[in-house]
Each structure stands twice: as structure tokens, then as C-alpha cells.
T-cell receptor
């Protein structure tokens, strides 16, 4: 299967700072990338869908100014959590989709905001 | 709103036992997927079922898609500790085939 990487795998930051998470499709071109967040013992919740070269589409209740998404190339999407607060602490997972619509998930990034 | 309800939410069994996890919805899905996720990792796709009534087998795992394409089940035979993980069902959102909606997940623990 296709490989999707995320960087960093974990990050600890102070409240009020911004954190950028990268999602890369390593061996295929991803027309669409998705960002999810997952709280402990819970399922994945879709945050936004990003297509290369266009603005991301955010799910209801997700603040677009809080979670900035950039999808500058067919192999890279970034999620920036701006002015992070402790309640933003979560496991953030990206997935990448090719033209076949199958999603391949990254290994996730654990964000802890102190 | 398309919702996928999974049951049970938690399951703790002994090695060698059989189990079934259910994924139900009041909505029709064009397909359903099953994933397994281990702590600190992303979900890994196990199977996609597309046709109503379809049965797929993956070693000791048997997946079934309901005739009406509103529900699915995952049956594990002779569970092993390595089967421990979070099992998630997911289906495409009706407004966009590429976006997925996930069930709440079933946390399975297989004790040696």
C-alpha cells in the first residue's frame, strides 16, 4: 500500500504558540488530503479536506482561522494549530487519497499543549 | 446526517475465543471499510465491502456487508493477543464520496 508520513510524531508546546504538522505522501501523488483529530478512547473526527492548490473545506464546528491548512503540492499538506491551548491537545492524523479515492493514513502526531 | 454506530464499544476476551463487532446505520452506504488502529498509530485498512450481502475473509477475520448496505459485521475466530486494537468502521459521506465518516470504534483486548 501507499505510504503516508507525518512530522513530527509528537510535539509539546506552550500555550499560545503555533505548531505546524506536515503530512507527506511518499510514493504517490495525493489529489486530496484529509485532517482528522482523535481524542483518547474515541474515534477519528474529520476536521477538513484539502485539495492541492485550493482552499481547504472545513467540517462544521472547526475553526478555519485556528487550524490553518496548506496543500501546496501533490505530496505535502500542512496543518498549523495557531495559538494553541491545552484543549487543542489531541492526536492529529492525516490521510492522503489518490484518484482511486482510497485513503491512506499517516501514523499521527501527538500534540500536547502545556 | 449519516451515523455509524458500533457495538460493543469495549470488548475484553480470552485468547482463543470468537467475537463479533457490529457497525449499524439507518443510512445506506455505497461501501463500508473496516480499519484497525493500534495506540499511537494511524488506522490501517483491513477491508472494503461494496456489494450488499458480500462476505470477505481475511485469515481469521470475516467481514459481512448487510443486504441493504446499512450494516456490517466483523467476526474474529480464535482471537489472539495480536488482534488487540481499536476496530473502526467507516463509510463515505453522502455529500462527498471521498470524505469518510467513522463509527465510534470498538476497543478489543485479547488476553493471553
Amino acid at each position: 500500500g501507499a505510504v503516508v508520513s507525518q512530522h513530527p510524531s509528537w510535539v509539546i508546546c506552550k500555550s499560545g504558540t503555533s505548531v505546524k504538522i506536515e503530512c507527506r505522501s511518499l510514493d504517490f501523488q495525493a489529489t486530496t488530503m484529509f485532517w482528522y483529530r482523535q481524542f483518547p478512547k474515541q474515534s477519528l473526527m474529520l476536521m477538513a479536506t484539502s485539495n492541492e492548490g485550493s482552499k481547504a473545506t472545513y467540517e462544521q464546528g472547526v475553526e478555519k482561522d485556528k487550524f490553518l491548512i496548506n496543500h501546496a503540492s501533490l505530496t505535502l499538506s500542512t496543518l498549523t494549530v495557531t495559538s494553541a491551548h491545552p484543549e487543542d491537545s489531541s492526536f492529529y492524523i492525516c490521510s492522503a487519497s489518490s484518484l482511486a479515492n482510497e485513503q491512506f493514513f499517516g501514523p499521527g502526531t501527538r500534540l500536547t499543549v502545556l | 446526517t449519516q451515523l455509524l454506530e458500533q457495538s460493543p464499544q469495549f470488548l475484553s476476551i480470552q485468547e482463543g475465543e470468537n467475537l463479533t463487532v457490529y457497525c449499524n446505520s439507518s443510512s445506506v452506504f455505497s461501501s463500508l471499510q473496516w480499519y484497525r488502529q493500534e495506540p499511537g498509530e494511524g488506522p490501517v485498512l483491513l477491508v472494503t465491502v461494496v456489494t450488499g450481502g458480500e462476505v470477505k475473509k481475511l485469515k481469521r477475520l470475516t467481514f459481512q456487508f448487510g443486504d441493504a448496505r446499512k450494516d456490517s459485521s466483523l467476526h474474529i475466530t480464535a482471537a489472539q493477543p495480536g488482534d488487540t486494537g481499536l476496530y473502526l468502521c467507516a463509510g463515505p459521506k453522502e455529500t462527498s464520496g471521498s470524505r469518510l465518516t467513522f463509527g465510534e470504534g470498538t476497543q478489543l483486548t485479547v488476553n493471553p
